[in-house]
């Protein structure tokens, strides 16, 4: 099964994470997890500054 989601999960601790993400594997879930929210933030910011780069080529 394969919904096609993919989700950020984001907890301090490892092992609830690591809990979480299994459960929604099996949901069919892309899932990766974070500590922090500014992680999830700073990923998101270079990955949409990456993508209007490209744009602009275009």
């Known amino acids: 099964m394969d919904s096609?989601?993919?989700v950020v999960?984001?907890?301090r601790k490892p092992v609830k994470a690591a809990v979480t993400r299994y459960h929604l594997?099996?949901?069919g879930?892309?899932?990766?997890?974070?500590?922090?929210v500014?992680?999830?933030?700073s990923v998101c910011?270079?990955?949409?500054l990456n993508m209007?780069?490209?744009s602009?080529?275009?």
């Open 56 to 58: 602009n080529w275009i």
């Open 38 to 41: 500014k992680i999830v933030v």
């Open 52 to 54: 209007e780069v490209k």
């Open 4 to 6: 096609g989601l993919e």
């Open 29 to 36: 879930m892309l899932v990766e997890f974070a500590s922090s």
């Open 45 to 48: 910011r270079k990955m949409f």
């Open 9 to 11: 999960v984001i907890d």
């Open 25 to 27: 594997k099996r949901l």
